[in-house]
Every structure is written in C-alpha cells, then in structure tokens.
C-alpha cells in the first residue's frame, strides 16, 4: 500500500516562505511524477508544480518564480519551496504522485495559511 506523509504546511504572513515535502514509500513500482496540488475553500482542486523521474518540472502561471519543486528520487520525496506567499496561496496543499504502473496516490493534505 503506498503512503504519502506531508509535512511543512502552517501559518505565515504575507512575503514569507514554507517548504512543503512529500516522501512516499510502499510501492514497488517507481514514483513517475510526483507533484502538488491545492485545493481553497470553494474553489477546485488545482495542479501547483510536478516534477517528472528526470527532472521535469511544470509550474502553474501563478506560482512561477516563487514556488519551486524538486525531489530527492533516493528517498521517493517531493518538495515545494514556496516563497513570497501571498493570502491567495492559502489552501489545503495534496502530494500526488504516478506510478509507472499508471496508479495515482494522494497525500492526506497539508493546510497553508497566508495572512495579510
């Protein structure tokens, strides 16, 4: 069974940074994509970053130049290094990540407070 504990969400003010990290463990099939998600209140869930094996990465529009994902493929973990936050960063923040069997996994959510 594939388990994903997130870690590094809480509250910071307006400008300030969080590290968001993701390690996964359980499958015996490699972790293709790993990524981020965020869901606010009222709103639908949204892809924030994702990362490919390699090295690939994909950011939304509106976290470019201040969010940044990366991993750590020896320790199957995903991170989002999110600086510059801003009140409308504020969301429940989910790890997703793609097997190479083609099975996705989601993290239990991380809550990301952003005060103005």
């Known amino acids: 069974q594939v388990q994903l504990v997130e870690s590094g969400g809480g509250l910071v003010q307006a400008g300030g940074s969080l590290r968001l990290s993701c390690a996964a463990s359980g499958s015996i099939f490699t972790f293709n994509v790993m990524g981020w998600y965020r869901q606010a209140p009222g709103k639908q869930r949204e892809l924030v970053a994702s990362?490919?094996?390699?090295?690939?990465?994909y950011h939304a529009d509106s976290v470019k130049g201040r969010f940044t994902i990366s991993r750590d493929n020896a320790k199957n973990t995903v991170y989002l290094q999110m600086n510059s936050l801003k009140p409308d960063d504020t969301a429940v923040y989910y790890c997703n990540v793609l097997t190479t069997l083609g099975s996705y996994y989601w993290g239990q959510g991380t809550q990301v407070t952003v005060s103005s």
């Open positions: 990362i490919t094996r390699p090295g690939t990465t």
